[in-house]
């Protein structure tokens, strides 16, 4: 019966070390209209502008961050993209 003694604290371990996941956040078209248009004039954000941006669109400051950490992964994808549909002659 030991192994199962063993199971059980392995159980219980795993349960108190689980994290709880975030929920996705549902952005409105308002506020990604506005994210959107933050975004082309500056790639990135201060702590003050973030704070600004999080308080007037009525989200959390860890939102606005990793939108703009996920929406500047986007850009610099599409980017690189680009780049490689209009090679150089370069040999």
Do not use: C, H, M
């Not at 709880?20 to 078209?29: L, V, Y």
Request: net charge positive; aromatic share 8%; proline share 1%.
């Amino acid at each position: 019966t030991s192994d199962s003694d063993e199971d059980d604290n392995y159980l219980s371990v795993n349960k108190s070390s689980t994290t709880t996941r975030r929920k996705r956040t549902a952005f409105t078209n308002e506020q990604l209209v506005e994210l959107e248009a933050e975004f082309q004039q500056k790639k990135y954000l201060s702590l003050v502008e973030r704070s600004q941006i999080a308080q007037t669109l009525n989200l959390t400051e860890i939102q606005v961050k990793i939108w703009w950490q996920n929406r500047r992964a986007k850009w610099k994808r599409i980017k690189t993209g680009q780049l490689r549909q209009f090679p150089t002659n370069d040999k």
